[in-house]
């Protein structure tokens, strides 16, 4: 009986996040791209590895970890070619509907499974990219090291030439995913205390595939182009989520998308979720220190990493050249200003707001009202960053954009290593490789409730989290 409930629910949910038409279509598409053996998952996977091979880069595939039990030697074989494999839930439901200590027990599953299939492991999506507050608790708790599930949408598809239908489907989609507007700050990655979130960018493969129906690998190309430039001018992190059930389809629109991220002026960084992550863990250890040697003269030490760049904007660096737009600046050098080329930040403003100073690599120091005249931009934020979700995102969104837009002398860190832009990743998620893994959904989301055997280490963390 329960089975019987649940997998009502399991219809009923896709049909209220689908709409019916397409929960409908998108029952006859799962015979038109999966098999009853690994054969089609296995080339639509390589078709995606294989192309990001040519331009010496690799994608992240995010699993379930029941799938993954399933068909360990795929996935081992798909880790030898170059991928990174996330976990995507112990199985593929919808986090939202989990208590936290079912999150946390289903998280640890997950985990347990992709260990003893020798599996390695950094990052964490979410079935439906559908986190909560709790979610972030949990994969903190478990030593994730990053989770990529904040949805961004950009304003690429005309609204005004959808039929109700794709309205309805499009809307769905944005409600599903809890989505959020593009900007300096939300397309950077961000630490939330230990845990690292990398936003994923949408419209993704199955909002134009199931939703609006748009299966033009030219059109999809020419979305997702799009995209990457609104990224690339905003200097972020364009992270598709391309499932690999739809890789050989969007082969050639995939193509085009790494073309034209190729044809930038400045380089885009083609990476893995896990060197992105990786990257900004290490840019987050830098350290910028401007001593005061006499007046509007400063010293500048920088310790950071050879793959770094410094950048300097309004002011002169002695012996090289006087600086109006942002330009690479030596990482120990003498500049002069006639402010100080940071932020100031008054001794009541909450350290929140030094942390996200520090994360996004701007120069900042604290200094008394009186001293506000010495600083380009100085902040008296008492109130800090807001306390909820939403105002945080609107003030650090708010807060970035206008340092970004400063006309004052400004240190800072560049967001990516070396000379790159902007960064792309190429991920997706393997929710089944067979047919049989699809309809086995079902059952899974109630064979996931079983009994679970407690450790203390276990015991600890579940009552911390509750």
């Known amino acids: 009986m329960d089975a019987v409930v649940l997998h009502m629910n399991l219809i009923a949910f896709s049909m209220k996040t689908k709409g019916l038409r397409n929960f409908a279509r998108r029952l006859w598409t799962v015979f038109t791209r999966f098999g009853f053996t690994e054969a089609r998952t296995r080339t639509a996977l390589y078709a995606l590895i294989d192309l990001l091979h040519d331009h010496h880069a690799a994608p992240t595939f995010f699993i379930p970890a029941v799938v993954l039990q399933r068909h360990p030697a795929l996935l081992a074989a ?23 200590i079912e999150q946390y027990k289903q998280t640890r599953q997950a985990i347990e499974v992709f260990q003893a299939n020798k599996i390695p492991y950094q990052g964490f999506r979410n079935p439906y990219l559908g986190w909560t507050e709790q979610s972030l608790n949990v994969f903190s708790s478990l030593g994730m090291g990053y989770e990529s599930n904040e949805a961004v949408i ?10 109700p239908l794709q309205q309805g489907g499009f809307e769905k989609s944005l409600q599903l995913f809890q989505a959020i507007d593009p900007c300096e700050y939300t397309l950077r990655p961000h630490f939330e205390g230990s845990l690292l979130r990398l936003p994923t960018s949408i419209p993704d493969d199955e909002m134009l595939f199931d939703r609006l129906r748009i299966t033009d690998p030219v059109e999809i190309g020419r979305i997702w182009s799009q995209v990457m430039q609104r990224v690339y001018d905003y200097g972020g992190v364009y992270i598709l989520n391309l499932h690999p059930e739809r890789g050989v389809l969007c082969r050639q629109a995939l193509a085009t998308l790494l073309g034209y991220a190729r ?12 060197e992105i992550a990786n990257w900004w863990r290490e840019r987050s250890r830098f350290k910028l220190r401007i001593t005061p040697i006499a007046p509007q003269r400063w010293r500048v030490e920088a310790d950071c990493t050879s793959r770094s760049r410094l950048l300097a904007r309004h002011l002169i660096i002695e012996d090289t050249a006087i600086v109006e737009a942002p330009m690479s600046c030596p990482t120990t050098c003498i500049v002069q200003a006639e402010q100080y080329p940071g932020i100031g930040l008054s001794p009541r403003t909450l350290p929140q707001v030094a942390t996200l100073l520090t994360e996004q690599g701007y120069a900042h120091m604290t200094a008394s009202p009186e001293q506000a005249d010495q600083f380009g931009l100085y902040l008296d934020l008492p109130e800090g960053l807001g306390e909820t979700r939403a105002e945080q995102q609107s003030r650090c969104g708010t807060l970035i954009r206008q340092i970004e ?24 998620d393997i929710d089944s ?34």
Request: glycine letters at 4%; proline letters at 5%; one cysteine or more.
């Open 263 to 274: 044809s930038r002026p400045h380089p885009v960084w083609i990476a893995r979720l896990d």
């Open 405 to 428: 837009l400063l006309d004052a002398p400004l240190l800072s860190f560049h967001c990516w290593p070396d000379d790159y832009q902007a960064a792309l990743a190429i991920s997706g």
């Open 78 to 100: 798909i880790v030898g070619a170059g991928a990174e494999i996330g976990i995507h839930g112990y199985v593929h439901n919808d986090y939202r509907t989990l208590s936290t």
């Open 154 to 163: 950009h304003n690429v598809i005309d609204r005004a030439q959808l039929s």
């Open 433 to 466: 490789v067979t047919i049989q893994d699809f309809f086995l959904r079902i059952l899974e989301v109630s064979s996931a409730k079983v009994p679970y055997v407690k450790t203390s280490h276990a015991i600890n963390n579940q009552k911390n989290l509750a």
